[in-house]
């Protein structure tokens, strides 16, 4: 009879408290790699590189080989599930993502679904799950209802989802059509990503922090647990991390009423008041802030050593509190590891 690996991340987010705990960076697979960038090069726009299943799994790799990550993060982005449900998806260079037709402008009932377009995410998974080594967890991800639909209505990001915010206010019931059918997409999604191979899963809302406490139950918290429950009815044993950015003093309602089995703190939560307010035993994982580690030096070191010590009896997944950025140095990350495992 074979013995499962020990996968470090994988048994902190089913409630095992690490030390020193795992870590890996969210947008660890990007821009501040030499090896990305070359590969990038080669291959053209983002999203080439992310529909070529060989080159996005390549680039999932990259940060495990070079740093020894105990996560490897799926290269792909949020916006892949409104481009299956019919959106046309490009990203123009130095703007970001463009969706077409604008929710704003035309009904979720003009969209063509091809979820066809979803298919080399799936391969890039079975792929990068053949070749990771035993002690690392392969996390997949979707974006949060909530966040995705801030990009379909408005056709791109913006500074505060104000068109999606005026469209919750006004037609709620056109809204709630979009997030219900954002809910069974990425229900959908997720447990295609587990059945190819995924570990565990990721929900980013990284628009959360937008919404009024009223509006977040019901566009972040509601459809945020029938996701939950949608994926542990299929895969009840893979666990999923909530990570609504932005959400403070909303966190403990999102712990406690979505069904998470890990939650992601942004960095600005004081870990110490998360680890107060949060539901006992409920796994972290955060929240270093992406501009310590560009800082280096007594920033990050002070830094870790707080947010370590503020979960030193909790499940603790060490992370960033957003993703890294691009100018961030790889000596940084380097000593952020040693840090880490001493």
Known sequence: MS???????LAVLRGE???PPPVWLMRQAGRYLPEYRALRAEKGGFLDLVHDSAAAAEVTLQPVRRFGMDGAILFSDILVIPHAMGQDLWFAEGEGPRLAPRLADAPLEALRPAPERLDPVYETVRQVAAALPPAVTLLGFAGSPWTVATYMINGRGSREQAEARRLAYGDPSRMQALIDALVTATIDYLCGQIAAGVHAVQLFDSWSGSL??????????????AIVAG????????????????????????ARETGVDAIGLDETVDPRWADASLPEGLPVQGNLDPLALVT???ALDDAVARIRAAFVERPHVFNLGHGIVPDAPIPHVERLISLLRG
């Open 296 to 298: 280096g030096g007594a």
């Open 212 to 225: 009024a406490p009223t509006e977040f139950e019901r566009w972040v918290i509601a459809p945020t647990a």
């Open 17 to 19: 408290r690490r030390d």
């Open 231 to 254: 994926v542990k009815a299929r895969h009840p044993d893979v666990p999923v991390i909530g990570f609504p950015k932005g959400a403070g003093g909303k966190l403990p309602a999102y």
């Open 3 to 9: 013995v499962a690996p020990d996968r470090p991340l």
